[in-house]
């Protein structure tokens, strides 16, 4: 049982470009306030022909001086040539990262498209958390926002609940539903009533409620259950969270896009930082 957030350090990899999405994401690790001993990685890719290896490794220090300046973590910096996703992940595994933190142009999509769309593409596939920065990013004095979802594990619970312990923030918790489409007669059908469907909802969200209260006693928490789209829901509360967290099941990489899914919706509209976090690889090899 653990009632307080244990100050355990923290690996943290995180890609940055000539950007102001960049700027972001060295804001959102200073305002993070890492615990003593932790180590951040300023990791910048290049494909050695189209930008200078100064201006590359120019970048990759100034990141890390505002890091050093405001910070009492150890600064790494590395400059690697490669495909910025792809080279950026392996980073991140070779190094045994924690977490993995990029940043997001939400307001210029042409760019981002262009780009290949790493902000939505490489949390699909990574086996670690991955924060993403959206550019026009500010600090919010809120609670950590956690998407409620049967399909994902516990390993989104378990990131939500102790971001939220580390940090001194109360986790919303919320629990999204909406009933299926009718079917084929134009009714619905006994397990589709809207009372049933609402309890089942409840009943989910109490279960999490439950894990929480078990596993870290000392959390503040707050259980929200919803009736709408999930990604609508929580773009309605995000604007007051400190951070989203969502979970992921399965990896997803037709097109580089999460299609349809809740993540993609929250990347790509919202303006707060989103977590998207895998399974533990023990629960993916079980699957």
Do not use: C
């Amino acid at each position: 049982m653990r009632d307080a957030a244990a100050p355990v350090p923290h690996h943290v990899v995180v890609g940055i470009d000539e950007h102001v999405a960049s700027l972001r994401t060295i804001d959102w690790v200073i305002e993070r306030d890492l615990p003593s001993g932790s180590r951040v990685d300023v990791v910048t890719v290049t494909n050695g022909w189209s930008t200078d290896p100064r201006v590359d490794r120019a970048l990759v220090e100034a990141a890390a001086a505002r890091l050093r300046g405001r910070s009492h973590v150890d600064v790494e910096t590395l400059v690697r040539f490669g495909v910025p996703d792809r080279t950026l992940l392996e980073a991140a595994a070779n190094a045994d990262a924690d977490l993995l933190v990029i940043g997001n142009r939400r307001q210029h999509r042409v760019r981002t498209a262009l780009d290949g769309w790493m902000p939505e593409r490489v949390p699909t596939v990574a086996d670690l958390p991955v924060v993403v920065v959206p550019e026009d990013w500010e600090p919010v004095d809120g609670d950590v926002l956690l998407g409620v979802d049967t399909a994902t594990g516990d390993a989104a619970l378990r990131f939500a609940a102790e971001e939220a312990l580390r940090s001194r923030r109360r986790l919303s918790a919320l629990r999204a539903w909406k009933l299926p489409v009718t079917t084929a007669t134009g009714a619905l059908s006994v397990l589709e009533d809207p009372q049933l469907y609402e309890e089942h909802n409840r009943a989910v969200l109490a279960d999490r409620e439950r894990l929480l209260h078990m596993r870290y006693p000392g959390l503040r928490h707050h259980p929200l259950l919803e009736e709408g789209d999930p990604v609508d829901r929580l773009l309605a509360h995000a604007p007051f969270a400190s951070l989203v967290v969502l979970g992921r099941r399965h990896r997803t990489t037709i097109g580089g896009v999460f299609t349809g899914s809740t993540a993609h919706g929250l990347i790509t509209q919202g303006r707060a930082p989103v977590a998207v976090v895998p399974q533990r690889r023990r629960e993916l090899l079980e699957r």
